[in-house]
């Protein structure tokens, strides 16, 4: 099956540090775009990170530039996310997603969830203050 699955997710105390981990089935990560996005409760899903197919580059939402890392394994085709110095707004479900043929094409493209083909079920990351 073509699918997502999104683990890692855990509690964790303010300044602590947590890897996600995106693992693909029936496709190969490294022929697609890969996403982070996060989803707070009363609060609308949000991209995080992505990382490219084509060159290489990542990119991170302000919020967690400089905290959170995106990485491939592509032996394994997995996709992570490094998070470090947790911070209690930082809780929220993450979800890795597939980014379809329009993701690159604009610059926004790339923390668009509606420019994301296929999305994994979530992994809740709570951080307590």
């Known amino acids: 099956d073509v699918q997502l699955q999104a683990s890692g997710g855990g509690l964790v105390q303010a300044g602590g540090s947590l890897r996600l981990t995106c693992t693909a089935s029936?496709?190969?990560?490294?022929?697609?775009?890969i996403g982070w996005f996060r989803q707070a409760p009363g609060k609308e899903r949000e991209g995080v990170a992505c990382i490219s197919n084509t060159d290489g580059r990542t990119y991170y939402a302000d919020s967690v530039k400089g905290r959170f890392t995106i990485s491939r394994e592509n032996a394994k085709n997995m996709v992570y996310l490094r998070m470090n110095s947790l911070k209690p707004e930082d809780t929220a479900v993450y979800f890795c997603a597939r980014g379809g043929n329009k993701v690159g094409y604009y610059s926004e493209s790339y923390y668009a969830r509606h420019e994301y083909d296929l999305w994994g079920q979530g992994t809740k990351v709570t951080v307590s203050s």
């Open positions: 029936g496709f190969t990560t490294h022929d697609a775009i």
